[in-house]
């Protein structure tokens, strides 16, 4: 029998064990932690929504109509008018002909492979995508073929190394440790010219990334027509919880046929819903949160060029710093909390081996100051 407390011992020696911090306030720049108020450098709520008063009475007001729990899968009696609505404004907002609700990001990233993959076909994953896409293709029980972290001549060679069955390639649009973005144009057209689906996790893409945060193919001015299927998540930008997938009306009916991740789940609640009905809302009529928010990444970045820190180069709200050693990392983030910052220390299995770094997440309502204390204690800590 495995020896699980040794395991849990080995975890510690390499400065690999995880533990929880115990969150005493709403998310914001600054939150309390542990009893501590501490600068938040550590939130996917780039937006600052999730504690928005318009978001919270959207959430309240709906709870009270619906109550708290949605009572079952949305097959069986959990789809609200709420969750309809809100797909159909999904829909609209994305440029897609219909969009279907998941209760997070991992479960629709499952759902999709499961549905549309078997034994027979191939999956194509980029190297550093997250976690949910590889288990995705490990769950369909098809191939699995990983290129090199955006190495498109090596995309290519794997799709030709598919000999038969269907192709699908997934890949993050914005890449959830490394900050960078996928090329999505030049993925298309592989895609295109080897009879392959694409399938783009716009997690950290859509909210903040193009007009009026409606993603990375805005971003990037790609056609919705060029990407097969799109996945974002409600629980980063969006500030509330939960996921969608957008595509063709067919792929749409197909997840709702066959997807076991939507078909044998409760439904979110319809607060959740009727919440993200509000942040999307909010999206739609101001974009001056995107705007704060591109003005801090700018700002960190130029102050951390005049550092010696290794910074990745990212122009998104994930702005990496590599540390290499995974107890190093650990210390530094536990010094930077002692000082005041909440930054998370990132390491493997979740990164590569000697990669381990911290992980700096910037907000729209962080203050010029606020990032320069954080640079200036970096200096100090690292």
């Known amino acids: 029998m495995k020896n699980l407390k040794l395991d849990l011992q080995k975890r510690k020696q390499k400065g690999l064990y995880r533990s929880r911090k115990i969150v005493q306030s709403p998310q914001s720049r600054e939150i309390i932690i542990n009893d501590k108020a501490v600068l938040n450098f550590c939130s996917n709520d780039y937006l600052g929504l999730a504690n928005h008063p318009d978001v919270i ?10 109550g708290v729990g949605s009572g079952a899968a949305h097959l069986v009696n959990g789809h609200t008018l709420s969750h309809h609505v809100l797909e159909e404004e999904l829909a609209d907002f994305t440029g897609y002909p219909r969009t279907l609700l998941f209760s997070t990001g991992y479960m629709a990233n499952l759902g999709v492979a499961q549905s549309l993959c078997s034994k027979n076909d191939c999956i194509i994953e980029d190297k550093l995508n997250h976690a949910s896409l590889l288990d995705a293709a490990s769950i369909s029980h ?34 959830s440790m490394d900050g960078d973005e996928a090329d999505i144009e ?3 057209k592989h895609c295109q010219t080897n009879d392959a689906r694409l399938m783009l996790d716009d997690a ?42 957008a595509g ?22 319809a607060a959740v819903a009727e919440a993200t009905r509000t942040s999307l809302q909010l999206l739609s009529r ?31 709200a994930i702005q990496p710093v590599i540390i290499g050693d995974a107890k190093t990392a650990t210390n530094i983030s536990q010094k930077m909390f002692e000082q005041g910052f909440h930054i998370a220390a990132i390491r493997p299995p979740t990164v590569p081996e000697n990669t381990s770094r911290l992980r700096i997440t910037l907000r729209a309502d962080h203050s010029e100051q606020d990032i320069e204390r954080l640079v200036e204690s970096l200096i100090t800590a690292i």
């Open 57 to 66: 009475h959207s959430f309240t007001n709906a709870a009270k109509q619906f």
């Open 142 to 175: 098809a191939q699995l073929k990983r290129y090199p972290h955006k190495d498109y001549n090596g995309l290519l060679k794997k799709l030709s190394s598919c000999k038969s069955g269907e192709k699908l390639v997934s890949s993050d649009s914005v890449f």
């Open 186 to 188: 030049l993925m298309t």
């Open 204 to 245: 950290h893409g859509f909210g903040v990334l193009g007009d009026n945060g409606r993603g990375s193919l805005s971003h990037q001015q790609i056609s919705t027509s060029d990407v097969d299927i799109y996945m974002a998540t409600l629980g980063k930008a969006m500030g509330t919880a939960g996921a969608f997938i």
């Open 248 to 269: 063709s009306d067919e792929l749409i009916e197909t997840l709702i046929q066959t997807a076991r991740c939507y078909i044998y789940t409760t439904a979110m609640p």
């Open 286 to 316: 101001e974009n001056w949160r995107q705007q704060s928010l591109n003005s801090n990444i700018n700002y960190f970045k130029k102050l951390i060029k005049q550092t010696e820190l290794n910074l990745l180069e990212s122009n998104t």
